[in-house]
Nanobody
Framework: VQLVESGGGLVHRGDSLRLSCATS????????MGWFRQAPGKEREGVSC????????HYVDSVKGRFTISSDNAKNTVYLQMNNLKPEDTAVYYC?????????????????WGQGTQVTVSS
């Protein structure tokens, strides 16, 4: 099983980034996909997820209206478009998957994880 994130970087406040996560080794039709982040000195938090069956999405309040999650099921890839980035968005961002019989917003139950990609937003 592999989840490989890409697209992180160093940007300024108000800029945008698009993260990608390509998966392999899983029958992805049985999994929802999600994005998490962990800032220095803080616990990892679920940011957003997308349901495999109907494409519906969930966002935590701090990113609503700024981040958009999407997926390309044919490519087994999930994206996170991040707009109007703020310094408090600085973190390592991870993608992960959870079995589709759970709610995708149950962020404590995710099974497989990528290695993470650093996002740094300067003020």
């Amino acid at each position: 099983v592999q989840l490989v994130e890409s697209g992180g970087g160093l940007v300024h406040r108000g800029d945008s980034l698009r993260l990608s996560c390509a998966t392999s080794g899983l029958a992805m039709r049985y999994y929802h996909m999600g994005w998490f982040r962990q800032a220095p000195g803080k616990e990892r938090e679920g940011v957003s997820c997308i349901r495999r069956n109907n494409g519906s999405t969930h966002y935590v309040d701090s990113v609503k209206g700024r981040f958009t999650i999407s997926s390309d099921n044919a490519k087994n890839t999930v994206y996170l478009q991040m707009n109007n980035l703020k310094p408090e968005d600085t973190a390592v961002y991870y993608c992960a998957v959870v079995r589709a019989y759970y709610s995708c917003s149950n962020y404590g139950l995710y099974d497989y994880w990528g290695q993470g990609t650093q996002v740094t937003v300067s003020s």
